[in-house]
């Protein structure tokens, strides 16, 4: 063979692995799929009432915006009107029921759907779950076109999906993209593993659906991370496995019951397992124990590490949460914990967690379990270092406050530091409790904080 005919298979062989990269760099082709599926999409038109705050901040000149700020006192006579919003969702049987997000129908007066043949049918709200974001409706007739459901557990990093949605009202959009990373949980969030993707979402796109390759739901698409409201590569869908236990909670009892083992906890990191004589930094460390909780009954002390929950392992506390948030109370759980450096079998019996207390890492349950007012909070003990940082003795870190709550409507935020509630110190977790159960409706209680360093007094409004 000659030099040329060398140089001729060289060249080939060049352009064919440059055809090769090219074809597999190339997008997936989703036209056939979306044609397929759009029928079961949805757009969602929701009609909200507008706060008398929110009418007078859209009608207040911008003038005295800049000169007054938001400190304006609104007219009594002034009456709340409405508004509009937007949203998607999809047919998951084909007797009308379909699956949204919470945060598209809260506080809707009145939800209206438009299929893909521009039909608009009125839905009802059969239940929303604001903890992990899903919400049912359902709208009368049958033979509607319900999607397929995936199996979330074959749904893989790197795996190509689609998303079908009314992004800023443009109805029937679709966006690609491939899976980022799974059992993504957020901001401290623990009752969704989200799947984190590329796909570009935005307002809009709430509410809709995220397929797999085959058609199949995975996921329901829910938010975005951004630094400027606009998407930046990093979407987030709750997984379709998670979604529909909701969903038949929510057909069964209009709302979801959680399960309530009654502990804190914290991840391993890198120091704690070499002091646990651990390989690796895994399993969910107990940093207390909630007194008379089925953790308390069941044996489990402070120090624990839990290793596997009902033989799964716990590779992080977000996965014992996961767990916990999937099983119904009343259930038997073994737990294979570690302690003095050996394993061990415990047996808890699960309870029902209160309505008002997310099943988070941290956050002390039972805050309704005695008489007093709802609050609407989720609380925690300080660490020794946060007591060292506020130079406090005690007290309860507020992680988290529902929206519309007492709490929230007297202005206590996340990350408030609580010392006192009518003059009784507040060190503990139960003595908060105490604290709150003694409180009477139609009073003010005088509450003692530290926010960022800052000492203060509220005044919570107890209805």
């Known amino acids: 063979m000659n030099s040329r005919s060398i140089q001729k298979g060289m060249y080939a062989a060049v352009f064919t692995m440059a055809a090769a990269q090219t074809q597999a760099s190339a997008p997936v082709d989703f036209s056939n799929l979306v044609e397929q599926v759009s029928p079961g999409v949805v757009s969602v038109n929701v009609v909200k009432k507008m706060s008398q705050e929110e009418l007078l901040q859209q009608q207040v000149p911008e003038i005295l915006k800049r000169f007054f700020g938001n400190q304006i006192i609104i007219p009594q006579q002034r009456m709340p009107q409405e508004k509009t919003a937007y949203g998607s969702a999809f047919f998951i049987s084909r007797d009308g029921y379909l699956l949204t997000n919470h945060h598209v129908v809260e506080d809707a007066s009145k939800v209206t759907i438009m299929l893909n043949d521009r039909r608009e049918i009125d839905a009802k709200v059969v239940g929303s779950d604001e903890r992990t974001d899903v919400a049912l409706l359902k709208v009368e007739g049958n033979n509607y076109p319900a999607l397929a459901i995936g199996n979330i557990d074959q749904l893989k990093v790197g795996q190509p999906v689609l998303a ?135 044996g489990l002390r402070s120090g624990d590490v839990i290793m596997k929950y009902n033989s799964s392992p716990i590779s992080r506390t977000a996965d014992l949460l996961n767990y916990l948030n999937r099983t119904s109370p009343a259930q038997v759980i073994q737990l294979e914990v570690l302690r003095d450096d050996k394993p061990r079998v415990i047996s808890a019996t699960l309870t029902t967690a209160p309505d008002d207390t997310p099943a988070k890492a941290g956050a002390t349950p039972a805050l309704t379990a005695r008489k007093g007012p709802v609050l609407g909070v989720a609380i925690r003990a300080l660490t020794e270092m946060e007591k060292s940082r506020f130079n406090l003795d005690g007290g309860v870190l507020i992680q988290d406050v529902t929206r519309g709550g007492l709490a929230a409507q007297s202005r206590i935020m996340p990350g408030d530091v609580i010392t006192q509630i009518n003059g009784k110190k507040v060190t503990t977790p139960n003595d908060f409790v105490d604290a709150v159960s003694g409180l009477q409706k139609n009073t003010v209680a005088r509450v003692a904080i530290v926010r960022e360093g800052q000492h203060a007094m509220i005044g919570l409004r107890i209805q």
């Open 164 to 298: 079908i949605g009314s992004p800023f009202g443009f109805d029937y959009s679709a966006s690609a993209g491939i899976v980022s990373a799974k059992s993504r949980n957020m901001m401290g969030e623990t009752s969704v593993p989200f799947i984190q993707t590329d796909v570009a979402l935005n307002p809009g796109n709430s509410g809709g659906p995220l397929f797999n390759q085959q058609g199949q739901v995975v996921g329901v698409n829910s938010r975005i991370f951004s630094g400027t409201g606009g998407y930046m590569g990093l979407s987030f869908s709750i997984p379709v496995d998670v979604a529909m236990d909701v969903v038949d909670q929510l057909k069964k009892n209009g709302k979801v019951t959680r399960s309530y083992l009654g502990v804190m906890l914290q991840d391993i990191d890198r120091n704690l397992a070499e002091a646990y004589k651990l390989p690796k930094p895994e399993g969910s460390l107990i940093t207390q124990v909630t007194p008379n909780s089925p953790a308390a009954k069941a």
